[in-house]
């Protein structure tokens, strides 16, 4: 089992910047990818972006390249969502999921664990 608990979120004005982080315990970190996905209110949940296992290798949506970066502390079982430049449509609730193989796409239901989600809203 993979217990992730994310922090960091809140509300930011269109613009601005925002560091989530998600701290993952009861397996090892370098054995698993991790990725970051967002859901708002009667929408399917939406791939952010995710980082293998030594952080060699990143994928991004569309909506968010050039904004976001994703960086992962293999040492500290963390890995973090930078958010730069967020505009008003970014508002969702961010979760963090883990997966115990090399996977770093998007699709939601092949990764195995889930956290709890934290909010980020960005006003206009």
């Known amino acids: 089992q993979v217990q992730l608990v994310e922090s960091g979120g809140g509300l930011v004005q269109a613009g601005g910047s925002l560091r989530l982080s998600c701290a993952a315990s009861?397996?090892?970190?370098?054995?698993?990818?991790m990725g970051w996905f967002r859901q708002v209110p009667g929408k399917e949940r939406e791939f952010v972006a995710a980082?293998?296992?030594?952080?060699?290798?990143?994928k991004f949506a569309d909506s968010v390249k050039g904004r976001f970066s994703i960086s992962r502390d293999n040492a500290k079982n963390t890995v973090n969502l930078q958010m730069n430049s967020l505009k008003p449509e970014d508002t969702a609730v961010y979760y963090c999921a883990a997966v115990r193989r090399f996977y770093i796409g998007s699709e939601p239901n092949l990764y195995d664990y889930w956290g709890q989600g934290t909010q980020v809203t960005v006003s206009s």
């Open positions: 009861g397996r090892p970190f370098s054995s698993i990818c």
């Open positions: 980082i293998s296992y030594g952080g060699g290798s990143t």
